[in-house]
């Protein structure tokens, strides 16, 4: 079993940043790489970022050049760096523990964008 702990959610203004901290405990041996989703109101859940065990990042087309994924092994933890947030980034931001038998999800945190 892989937890997952999510933190750092919040209201901000429009061009505003928020960093969102993502631990794991358990099995994280297991853990292959560890993704970041996110669901806006009346949309499918979309993939954000993730970042593999060696540190190789991906993003989407959407948050490039604004969003920064990293983690920090020594604390077990995943980071998203969000600057120049814009309204359309409202949602419930997941992490993703991604192992070879399962997926694991943290609770999700609301991130709201607005003036």
């Known amino acids: 079993q892989v937890q997952l702990v999510e933190s750092g959610g919040g209201l901000v203004q429009p061009g505003g940043s928020l960093r969102l901290s993502c631990a794991a405990s358990g099995r994280i041996f297991s853990i292959i790489f560890m993704p970041w989703y996110r669901q806006a109101p009346g949309k499918q859940r979309e993939l954000v970022a993730r970042?593999?065990?060696?540190?190789?990042?991906n993003y989407a087309d959407s948050v490039k050049e604004r969003f920064t994924t990293s983690r920090d092994n020594a604390k077990n933890t995943i980071y998203l760096q969000m600057n120049s947030l814009k309204p359309e980034d409202t949602a419930v931001y997941y992490c993703n523990a991604h192992t070879l038998s399962k997926d694991y999800w943290g609770q999700g945190t609301q991130v709201t964008v607005s003036s």
């Open positions: 970042v593999t065990n060696s540190g190789s990042t």
